[in-house]
């Protein structure tokens, strides 16, 4: 076992060499593969935020019952008694167009308008919360709600945070895409490095052969040096990605305060952090093992 780790540890420290004589070679491939990744992972980043936003914005959606302009008090009483009385609504709110006009006279810029009308031209309105927060459920109770008597118009207000999650659902299956095709560049990357050091240390690892040595043990500093080149490029890629959320925090801040509340963009947590890393590590790794498999294994010694 002692000797199992002396080889890792010896490998690693070869390879750990190799990276360092590469110099701005090294540092360009660690670029090269920390801006392709950081564009999956600042993505992932974006629409985590969102959507957490909109979780907390659809939380406890709100159905709104506009009656018919001509509709009598009579008429929303009876309709009240009817919204009471179905088990699905937790929480019902009635809004008079008396109400609902010395609010609208209250907005900035609306008086003067409302005062060129002459008459109300809002109806009577109900407010209402179901105990079912499903989209399903909200449509159905939407629904039945149109088909009462007197009923103009039902909206339900959450509709538009049901579209923006599906929009959050494509974007992510769109990452996936992009994620996927650049791992297959970044595979091709460390591929094309490795070929390159098997090819420049060709002589060395012919007579490695002679004297003995295995595959597995000549192999094994490029398996670690692919491996080092995928972390190193995996946090560039955060770098990258927490620079340009803070730029963007900087913007957004402003937008959210003019709207009264609070957003920003987090950064990724921890799990996901590590997440990237390995990632990037395994993708270096696995193309060092192709060019391993592909160009060393065939150097036999003349």
């Given at each position: 076992?002692?000797?199992?780790?002396?080889?890792?540890?010896?490998?690693?420290?070869?390879?750990?060499?190799?990276?360092?004589?590469?110099?701005?070679?090294?540092?360009?491939?660690?670029?090269?593969?920390?801006?392709?990744?950081?564009?999956?992972?600042?993505?992932?980043?974006?629409?985590?935020?969102?959507?957490?936003?909109?979780?907390?914005?659809?939380?406890?959606p709100q159905l709104s019952v506009f009656?018919?302009?001509?509709?009598?008090?009579?008429?929303?009483?009876?309709?009240?008694?009817?919204?009471?009385?179905?088990?699905?609504?937790?929480?019902?709110?009635?809004?008079?167009?008396?109400?609902?006009?010395?609010?609208?006279?209250?907005?900035?810029?609306?008086?003067?308008?409302?005062?060129?009308?002459?008459?109300?031209?809002?109806?009577?309105?109900?407010?209402?919360?179901?105990?079912?927060?499903?989209?399903?459920?909200?449509?159905?109770?939407?629904?039945?709600?149109?088909?009462?008597?007197?009923?103009?118009?039902?909206?339900?207000?959450?509709?538009?945070?049901?579209?923006?999650?599906?929009?959050?659902?494509?974007?992510?299956?769109?990452?996936?895409?992009?994620?996927?095709?650049?791992?297959?560049?970044?595979?091709?990357?460390?591929?094309?490095?490795?070929?390159?050091?098997?090819?420049?240390?060709?002589?060395?690892?012919?007579?490695?052969?002679?004297?003995?040595?295995?595959?597995?043990?000549?192999?094994?500093?490029?398996?670690?040096?692919?491996?080092?080149?995928?972390?190193?490029?995996?946090?560039?890629?955060?770098?990258?990605?927490?620079?340009?959320?803070?730029?963007?925090?900087?913007?957004?801040?402003?937008?959210?305060?003019?709207?009264?509340?609070?957003?920003?963009?987090?950064?990724?947590?921890?799990?996901?952090?590590l997440a990237v890393l390995l990632f990037?590590?395994?993708?270096?790794?696995?193309?060092?093992?192709?060019?391993?498999?592909?160009?060393?294994?065939?150097?036999?010694?003349?």
């Open positions: 076992m002692i000797g199992w780790l002396r080889q890792h540890w010896q490998a690693l420290r070869a390879a750990l060499a190799k990276l360092a004589g590469q110099k701005s070679a090294g540092l360009a491939s660690a670029l090269v593969i920390g801006v392709a990744v950081s564009l999956p992972a600042g993505g992932y980043a974006l629409l985590e935020s969102l959507r957490e936003m909109t979780g907390r914005l659809a939380l406890d009656m018919r302009l001509e509709a009598k008090r009579a008429d929303a009483d009876a309709v009240s008694a009817r919204l009471k009385a179905d088990a699905r609504i937790a929480q019902l709110r009635f809004v008079p167009k008396e109400a609902a006009l010395t609010e609208l006279k209250a907005t900035e810029g609306l008086a003067e308008v409302v005062a060129a009308l002459g008459r109300n031209p809002l109806p009577d309105a109900f407010v209402l919360r179901a105990r079912d927060t499903r989209a399903e459920t909200l449509d159905a109770l939407a629904t039945d709600l149109r088909a009462l008597p007197a009923v103009a118009h039902v909206q339900v207000d959450a509709a538009w945070a049901r579209r923006l999650a599906a929009l959050a659902g494509l974007g992510r299956t769109a990452l996936l895409l992009l994620a996927a095709l650049l791992a297959f560049g970044l595979v091709a990357i460390t591929f094309n490095t490795i070929r390159l050091q098997i090819l420049t240390q060709r002589d060395e690892i012919e007579v490695s052969k002679l004297i003995g040595a295995t595959d597995s043990f000549i192999g094994r500093p490029f398996f670690y040096l692919g491996l080092l080149q995928g972390l190193a490029g995996g946090t560039v890629a955060l770098a990258i990605v927490w620079g340009g959320l803070a730029l963007l925090n900087a913007q957004v801040h402003a937008l959210a305060e003019s709207y009264g509340f609070e957003f920003r963009f987090a950064f990724l947590p921890p799990q996901d952090t990037a590590g395994l993708l270096g790794w696995l193309g060092a093992f192709m060019s391993v498999s592909r160009y060393l294994f065939e150097i036999e010694p003349k």
